[in-house]
Nanobody
Framework: QVHLVQSGGGLVQPGGSLRLSCAAS????????MYWYRQAPGKQRELVAL???????NYADFVKGRFTISRDNAKNTVYLQMNSLKSEDTARYYC???????????WGQGTQVTVSS
């Protein structure tokens, strides 16, 4: 059975930092491209960042220079380091694992990030 278990998140003041983690089990983690998405109330889910199997990364413009995605294949975990947080970063964040070749996709349970003074 596949599980993506997220941790981290919470309440932080503007300008602060948080790190999200997503630990995978039941999949051959290193073969999956990993994504972080977020969804704010009343808005569509949007892509935040991705990291490929080779470690290449890509970021949405609104987080470039502030967020860093990384992965540790030995721990089957993907991370999202979020710095210089803004109120508009407030959302529920989801990790996603995708093996496009066979159309296998899995989601974490989501974790709330609230940026407020």
């Amino acid at each position: 059975q596949v599980h993506l278990v997220q941790s981290g998140g919470g309440l932080v003041q503007p300008g602060g930092s948080l790190r999200l983690s997503c630990a995978a089990s039941g999949i051959f983690f290193s073969t999956y491209t990993m994504y972080w998405y977020r969804q704010a109330p009343g808005k569509q889910r949007e892509l935040v960042a991705l990291i490929t199997t080779t470690g290449s990364t890509n970021y949405a413009d609104f987080v470039k220079g502030r967020f860093t995605i990384s992965r540790d294949n030995a721990k089957n975990t993907v991370y999202l380091q979020m710095n210089s947080l803004k109120s508009e970063d407030t959302a529920r964040y989801y990790c996603n694992a995708l093996l496009a070749l066979v159309a296998r996709e899995y989601w974490g349970q989501g974790t709330q990030v609230t940026v407020s003074s």
